[in-house]
């Protein structure tokens, strides 16, 4: 964890807004992008947030050295499904710095993963527990913790190329894409087109088990699908307006779409 940091303060260039427009597009690989969106602190508010609650902490996670950093994607590189969601949680991915992990969201998220076969143990606990995932990457349109969970327009499209760049990266491997939510769901249309994919107009609507297919053409060569999930959040599962089997069969369908076996290869 401190690897990033040392390079952050070594980068001052991070500051400008435009750090994520003029970096993205040019990595050519997903350690790469993963190296430099670590860097970034292009959006100010929550640049601010982020390093507040490090140093702040919550109780419980006292004697924790928070990440307190932009949080990159977590997952393998030949990953055929992708899963979005929304940003890192205060305590949870910007605690821990691996994406999802540490917080009841994770929990659910990960346990429904481990049941579809696409993670190696149901509970994502710290970066260095050990969990695999299998086939499958996940990531955010939004890389750094926003206040009350809510990042501004702007800043969602500030970090969309960090978005863009990965969906590009992971290239014709990708074969499908679930959003957690109706922001990720937005945020993911537009870095869609941005890696050259052609998407419905108007925009299609989001909805828990939404489906909308993405037709092969140029640089693509296989459709892409697209499905939709209710986020994992506390209230969404508190509330039972997502329940664990409907996670599960999303997530389900999609590793089906992307054609990969229990164990997560492609095939
Ligand atoms: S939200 Fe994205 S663009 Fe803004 S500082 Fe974090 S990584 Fe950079």
Redesign the pocket.
């Given at each position: 964890m401190e690897r990033a940091g040392e390079q952050g303060d070594a980068a001052p260039t991070a500051d400008e807004a435009t750090?994520?427009a003029r970096h993205a597009p040019g990595c050519t690989t997903l350690d790469e992008l993963d190296g430099l969106?670590t860097l970034?602190?292009?959006?100010p508010r929550?640049?601010a947030w982020r390093e507040e609650v490090a140093r702040v902490k919550r109780a419980a996670y006292q004697d924790w050295k928070y990440w307190g950093r932009?949080v990159a994607g977590f997952g393998p590189a030949d990953a055929a499904l992708a899963v979005v969601g929304l940003?890192p949680a205060a305590h949870g991915a910007n605690r821990t710095g691996r994406m999802f992990t540490g917080d009841a969201t994770g929990d659910f998220l990960f346990a429904a993963l481990h049941e579809v076969g696409l993670a190696s143990q149901p509970t994502s606990r710290h970066a260095g527990d050990g969990l695999v995932l299998h086939g499958v990457r996940l990531t955010a349109p939004?890389?750094?913790a926003p206040p009350d969970n809510r990042?501004t327009p702007g800043?969602r499209d500030?970090?969309r190329p960090?978005l863009s760049a990965e969906l590009d990266l992971l290239g014709p491997r990708l074969r499908a894409v679930v959003a957690l939510g109706g922001f990720g769901w937005q945020a993911l249309l537009p870095a869609l087109r941005d890696t050259g994919r052609r998407t419905p107009r108007p925009r299609p609507a989001f909805g828990h088990g939404a489906h909308v297919v993405l037709p092969a053409e140029g640089r693509h060569p296989h459709p892409l699908h697209l499905l939709g999930s209710y986020h994992p959040s506390r209230h969404n599962t508190y509330t039972g307006r997502l329940t664990s089997a409907m996670l599960v069969d999303v997530l389900r369908r999609a590793a089906e779409l992307a054609e990969l076996h229990p164990d997560g290869h492609s095939g």
């Open positions: 750090f994520a969106v970034c602190r292009a959006c929550l640049v932009p940003a939004v890389h750094c990042p800043e500030r970090c960090w």
